[in-house]
């Protein structure tokens, strides 16, 4: 099967910055779009940003500007820049991938989350 773990949440001051990884591991034939979703207390999960296979990418409005995603298609790996980080930031951020176990074929995975913290 497809596992997908995440790192790089933490607590950090309004203003500040982290780094979010997920590295994916398993068989498979091909990862189509990866991304990170978050979920805060109370709320839905809702899309943070999403980048495709070609390096297309999508950008909740509320991030924009402030947080970049990238991805290494031969590592399988994506990684999410955040800056500017806002105390409405906090939530736990999953790590999202459509994988192909055979051609044609995509499932969802998600990640474990990882918790972030912004503090005011």
């Known amino acids: 099967q497809v596992q997908l773990v995440e790192s790089g949440g933490g607590l950090v001051q309004t203003g500040g910055s982290l780094r979010l990884s997920c590295a994916a591991s398993?068989?498979?034939?091909?990862?189509?779009?990866m991304g990170w979703y978050r979920q805060a207390p109370g709320k839905q999960r809702e899309l943070v940003a999403e980048?495709?296979?070609?390096?297309?990418?999508n950008y909740a409005d509320s991030v924009q500007g402030r947080f970049t995603i990238s991805r290494d298609n031969a590592k399988n790996t994506v990684s999410l820049q955040m800056n500017s980080l806002k105390p409405e930031d906090t939530a736990v951020y999953y790590c999202?991938?459509?994988?192909?176990?055979?051609?044609?074929?995509?499932?969802?995975?998600w990640g474990q989350g990882t918790q972030v913290t912004v503090s005011s």
């Open positions: 398993g068989s498979f034939f091909s990862i189509n779009a």
């Open positions: 980048i495709t296979s070609g390096g297309s990418t």
């Open positions: 999202k991938a459509i994988v192909a176990l055979i051609p044609y074929v995509p499932y969802n995975y």
